[in-house]
């Protein structure tokens, strides 16, 4: 029996368990938040501005601490209990939206609040997103990985873009103030089901060693594992052409004055086909990984991304663009499973996260110069050019896919 073969095997016989499903649950909650946050800022903001640069910066703020907080993020799940540091995080992302509803109140809400809270809350999300990923080997068996991934992609992806954007539009059509509230509760009842989880999740220290230390180290290794270089590159540019079209796709979809002429709720619902797509495309993964191989169902990934990014560039028609969506969130989330599973069995327990935060450093740190860049192109070339140049740079990737064979992935991953 082959190393794949075994360990579906595997995968199959034994049940993923009762602490993992604890963990399942609060990604649920902490996604479904995330993802009525997520739409209720940019809403919210439009209502201020219709700078396209304006209206980019709210996700280039959000997203940059992946660029300068990843690193010490990864070196922290590597130091603390993985389980009490997403508590915190969570913690932190249930009083800000708390605080700006606060603001609002006071009539004292300006888009420069906006800023602040998206920043802060980007803060708790890297601390939180890296220790949940470097906590699951720690949850379920290294051969449960690819099918525990895509269980929480499925939860994950279903209330982040299926559930919470159509609700936050909702939300911000009734009222600003509900618009934060929600999120901050779904994030404190997520921080009750993170109580649940049993046992300790601190990986044990031979040595005291600084903090630099301990992120060089992560640095060299990730540096050092082509396939996951290789990965990283890949997805980094991936993340920084879909920033850059998201960043202020919501100006050529809502409103009056914009292509497509969508509500608020309408534009919601649009997201939502990434999302229905991503819900099947998390159950296919494991099935794909085994039938197509890894290296075709990422090179298949990377051609569909370019569709998913570039389409508003050929169409304005919602049910096209939302077939591109449906079919980019099946592919995209099989290179998600794919990737964050070889990751996950490739680095050592003691240096994952720093190995998450590095990869990811490569990977997110893009998000804040994709959103930038997003704003700039389309205040200079106009919104369709933009979304044009972004499915071109996307495709361009193709060109790396000879460095991912197959013999290549399975070589790194048998060597872990």
């Known amino acids: 029996m082959t190393h794949s073969a075994a360990r579906a095997a595997v995968q199959t016989r034994e049940p993923l368990g009762t602490p993992y499903w604890k963990l399942w649950s609060a990604s649920g909650l902490s996604n479904l938040a995330d993802g009525v946050f997520k739409i209720a800022l940019p809403l919210m903001a439009i209502q201020l501005t219709q700078s396209p640069t304006l209206i980019a910066g709210l996700s280039f703020v959000a997203s940059l601490p992946w660029l300068l907080f990843a690193l010490t993020a990864g070196a922290i799940a590597d130091r603390l209990d993985r389980r009490k540091i997403m ?143 290789t990965l990283a590159v890949m997805t980094g540019t991936i993340n920084f052409a879909t920033s850059a079209a998201f960043a202020v796709f919501v100006l050529f979809a809502v409103g009056s004055t914009s292509v497509m002429k969508l509500s608020e709720v309408g534009f919601g619902v649009l997201l939502t086909t990434t999302a229905i797509g991503a819900l099947v495309g998390s159950f296919m993964a494991e099935w794909a990984e085994k039938k197509l191989g890894r290296s075709k169902s990422l090179g298949l990934a990377i051609a569909s991304g370019g569709l998913f990014v570039g389409a508003p560039a050929l169409t304005d028609n919602p049910y096209i663009l939302g077939a591109f969506f449906f079919v980019g969130g099946v592919l995209i989330v099989l290179w998600n499973v794919i990737t964050v599973s070889l990751r996950q069995r490739i680095a050592p327990a003691r240096l994952l996260g720093r190995v998450n935060s590095a990869y990811r450093l490569l990977a997110w740190g893009t998000m804040p110069l994709g959103a930038a860049a997003g704003g700039l192109l389309a205040q200079w070339l106009g919104l369709q050019a933009m979304f044009g140049i972004m499915g071109v740079l996307t495709l361009a990737l193709l060109g790396l896919m000879p460095l991912l064979t197959d013999k290549a992935i399975d070589a790194a991953d048998v060597e872990s």
Do not use: C
Not at 101 to 110: H, N
């Open 87 to 229: 508590l915190v995080a969570n913690l932190s992302r249930a009083v800000l939206p708390a605080l700006l509803m606060a603001v609002i109140l006071l009539d004292l809400g300006s888009l420069w609040a906006l800023y602040v809270v998206a920043l802060m809350v980007g803060v708790a999300e890297t601390l939180y997103d890296t220790s949940a990923q470097s906590i699951l080997p720690q949850v379920v068996h290294r051969d449960q990985l690819s099918r525990a991934n895509g269980r929480l992609y499925a939860v994950e992806l279903t209330t982040n873009q299926f559930v919470g954007p159509p609700l936050g539009g909702l939300l911000v059509a009734t009222g600003v103030v509900a618009g934060l509230a929600v999120p901050a509760a779904l994030w404190l009842a997520a921080v009750g089901a993170l109580f649940l989880v049993p046992g300790s999740f601190r990986i044990e220290r031979m040595e005291k060693t600084t903090l630099r230390y301990d992120i060089a180290e992560g640095l060299r290794f990730l540096w050092n594992q082509k396939v996951l270089r």
